[in-house]
């Protein structure tokens, strides 16, 4: 029996909203592995460009699944493997390109760790999402730096370089450390900062979409400046992420410990 026509149009409608998601991925997984062509041509702003392009269809592709109600498990694989070659791979492999192989051996090493440790981090936060015991407050942290936030710290310093052209950040000395720091960042069990829920009060709207829009033209004018602050910034929050955490967790605990003994006290 033919469906009707209303019963078509809401299955191309279904069709497009899982579609659309995954295509936005696809297209994030294409920049980055670009990215990594232009480094092996010593094209270093193009390839950067292209791990933030990547990391705008990241941002967009899970939010647009749930706007549109897209959300399916092909996707959420999907965008881990996605993530694995454009924050996992490319960014080291340009780091590697242009300093981690004046050290040899070591080197490779260390790029090869990134990687792993990136792998890593994506297994535990799936494993984590879908897990059914966690507190809700407990989505506003993630566990360990996020990969696309390690991928934006581990290339800092080939940032800092385009942008001062001091060979400072070109040695080894410098980015060999600095690589193994954030593998570390990435696979310990420190929280950080999801920023998932934002709440603007009514307030303050205006003042934050100047504030984008001050952004957004600061990233036109000084790119790898601005770059370069909303990475230090980021950094530098890792030690309040921890902070806040502890506070949120232990209110929670003290909440439960609270309740526990009012039960008692009923029964």
Request: net charge neutral.
């Amino acid at each position: 029996m033919a469906a009707n026509p209303s019963e078509r149009h809401q299955l191309r409608r279904d069709r497009l909203n899982r579609l659309l998601p995954n295509a936005l991925t696809t297209l994030g997984l294409c920049c980055g592995f670009t990215a990594v062509r232009f480094g092996l041509q010593e094209r270093w702003e193009i390839s950067i460009l292209f791990i933030g392009a990547a990391a705008l269809f990241d941002t967009l592709d899970g939010r647009v699944a749930r706007l549109m109600g897209g959300q399916t498990k092909l996707g959420g694989q999907l965008d881990s493997l996605s993530d694995a070659v454009s924050f996992g791979v490319a960014p080291v492999m340009l780091m590697y390109l242009w300093s981690l192989n004046n050290a040899g051996g070591i080197g490779w090493a260390i790029a090869t760790l990134f990687v792993v440790c990136s792998i890593l981090r994506l297994a535990r936060f799936n494993v984590a999402s879908v897990a059914t015991d966690i507190p809700v407050w407990a989505s506003n942290y993630f566990s360990g730096v996020a990969t696309p936030a390690a991928a934006g710290m581990v290339l800092l310093p080939l940032i800092l370089g385009i942008e001062t052209g001091w060979d400072c950040f070109h040695s080894v000395w410098l980015t060999l450390p600095w690589t193994i720091v954030i593998c570390g960042l990435m696979i310990a069990p420190i929280p950080t900062y999801s920023f998932r829920r934002i709440y603007v009060p009514k307030n303050l709207v205006t003042v934050s979409l100047a504030g984008v829009a001050l952004l957004a033209a600061a990233l036109i004018t000084e790119p790898w400046l601005t770059l370069s602050a909303l990475i230090v910034a980021f950094s530098a929050s890792i030690p309040f992420a921890v902070l806040s955490f502890k506070k949120r967790q232990k209110e929670d605990e003290c909440s439960h410990s609270s309740g526990d003994v009012s039960s008692e006290d009923s029964a």
